[in-house]
């Protein structure tokens, strides 16, 4: 059985933690799931937001690096990511945006049609229409079920070469489907949620610099810890470096890096985010990792106020 089920969530940095906050959850309506910090710096939050539950294939998060300077575009890096709405909302959301001060650009690709625009930091987007996306998304007074982003649609990797990392996600990720558009190439999870497509597209920029607008990694959906341990194996088999696995509250992790460059992580699918917080109340309070909760009182007076 494949064990990769599609994305997990994608990280990026934001320069603005309240800035963040007022775009992706009251333009684009997500639900803020998680207020937490960065594990291995928790002066910075590490926020996250989705559906309901910040399910896997929902869950987009950032680091919030204050004041960050920009970061530059590039080879081996996640050059958009595509989040998926229903059928006919692309003009809706074309007002909408426009009125929140968003460039955009609409296309078609792969014969979706498809909004391009950029957050607030300059982060890469696509709002795709996927017609089969039956995923439940969260709501809100002013974005309904109609028009309601319903998760990612998946991500697009701009690489100096796309034959390695095609490769790895066909060879070792079970990514066995793909489709080709003039030089884009699309691939496809065998198995798992609605976000389950990565693009590859060649690009002979110079290596991408990590800033503010920038995705820092890419994670995949696995079921469990058993799961994830034949997915590593086989990564390590390969001659992957590849981290153990590491406890983040919410899922546990392993990270390595593509042949391109961009930094992998493979993600399980439980505990999730109720685990430290009841559904009705999540993102509501601080939530601080075991090893940091020395630090609340500290925490709490510096980082930025969130409304």
């Avoid at 930091?121 to 982003?149: C, K, M, Y």
């Avoid at 042949?259 to 992580?265: A, D, I, N, R, Y």
Wanted: hydrophobic share 40%; glycine share 10%; net charge negative.
């Amino acid at each position: 059985m494949p064990q990769v089920r599609g994305l997990h969530h994608v990280t990026a940095v934001t320069a603005s933690a309240p800035g963040n906050l007022a775009f992706w959850r009251d333009v684009l309506g997500l639900r803020f799931v998680k207020k937490t910090v960065n594990f291995d710096d928790p002066t910075v939050y590490h926020l996250y937001y989705g559906d309901e539950l910040g399910r896997p294939g929902s869950a987009m998060t950032f680091f919030a690096w204050e004041d960050m300077a920009p970061g530059r575009r590039g080879a081996g890096e996640v050059a958009e990511t595509q989040l998926a709405v229903p059928a006919g909302a692309i003009a809706w959301w074309g007002e909408r945006l426009a009125t929140a001060g968003c460039d955009t650009d609409r296309a078609t690709r792969f014969g979706e049609p498809r909004l391009a625009f950029r957050d607030p930091d300059g982060l890469d987007l696509a709002l795709v229409e996927a017609a089969d996306d039956t995923r439940a998304p969260w709501t809100t007074d002013t974005v309904t079920a109609d028009v309601a982003i319903r998760g990612f649609h998946g991500v697009t990797l701009a690489l100096a070469d796309t034959a390695p990392t095609a490769a790895l996600l066909t060879g070792l990720m079970d990514y066995g489907g793909r489709d080709d558009e003039g030089g884009l190439v699309r691939l496809h999870a065998s198995a798992g949620s609605a976000a389950r497509v990565v693009d590859l597209t060649p690009t002979s920029s110079s290596p991408a610099r990590l800033g503010a607008g920038s995705v820092h990694h890419v994670a995949f959906s696995v079921a469990d810890r058993a799961a994830q341990d034949a997915v590593r194996a086989a990564l390590v088999d390969a001659g992957f470096q590849v981290t153990p696995p590491i406890d983040r509250d919410y899922f546990h992790a392993i990270y390595f890096r593509t042949p391109g460059g961009v930094l992998f992580e493979v993600a399980t699918d439980a505990p999730g985010f109720t685990v430290d917080e009841p559904a009705a109340k999540l993102g509501t309070s601080l939530k601080l990792p075991r090893q940091h909760e020395h630090l609340r009182a500290e925490l709490e007076r510096t980082l930025p106020p969130l409304g």
